[in-house]
């Protein structure tokens, strides 16, 4: 079992940023694919980025709608995942989810996750 815990939610005024924390513990392993999620009203979930945490693990995938703003990354010592959000707008506003599983030998578009965190809510203002 693994256990995702997020933080680093809350307000800020576009063009702010935030770090978003996700701390996993229990059967975690280098080999995962880790990711966050985002959840609107009325809208689906929307994969914002994702990662592979073992060698070898080739680039990290980001939705458009965040390329060149949003930065993934994970601390395989501190099994934390990061994502490091600038020129936020509007529109980023939504409840964040942290997700993973594994072992994999990469991730894809197709990886299903089958633990979450229980999601951090990022609120940008205009």
């Known amino acids: 079992q693994v256990r995702l815990v997020e933080s680093g939610g809350g307000s800020v005024q576009a063009g702010g940023s935030q770090r978003l924390s996700c701390a996993a513990s229990?059967?975690?392993?280098?080999?995962?694919?880790m990711g966050w999620f985002r959840e609107t009203p009325g809208k689906a979930r929307e994969e914002v980025a994702t990662?592979?945490?073992?060698?070898?693990?080739?680039?990290?995938y980001y939705a458009d709608s965040v390329k060149g703003r949003f930065t993934i990354s994970h601390d395989n010592a501190e099994k934390t995942l990061y994502l490091h959000m600038n020129s936020l707008k509007p529109e980023d506003t939504a409840m964040y989810y942290c997700?993973?599983?594994?072992?994999?030998?990469?991730?894809?578009?197709?990886?299903?996750?089958?633990?979450w965190g229980q999601g951090t809510q990022v609120t940008v203002s205009s």
């Open positions: 990662i592979y945490t073992g060698a070898g693990s080739g680039t990290p």
């Open positions: 229990g059967a975690t392993d280098d080999d995962f694919c």
């Open positions: 997700a993973a599983d594994g072992p994999y030998d990469y991730c894809s578009k197709t990886t299903e996750y089958n633990y």
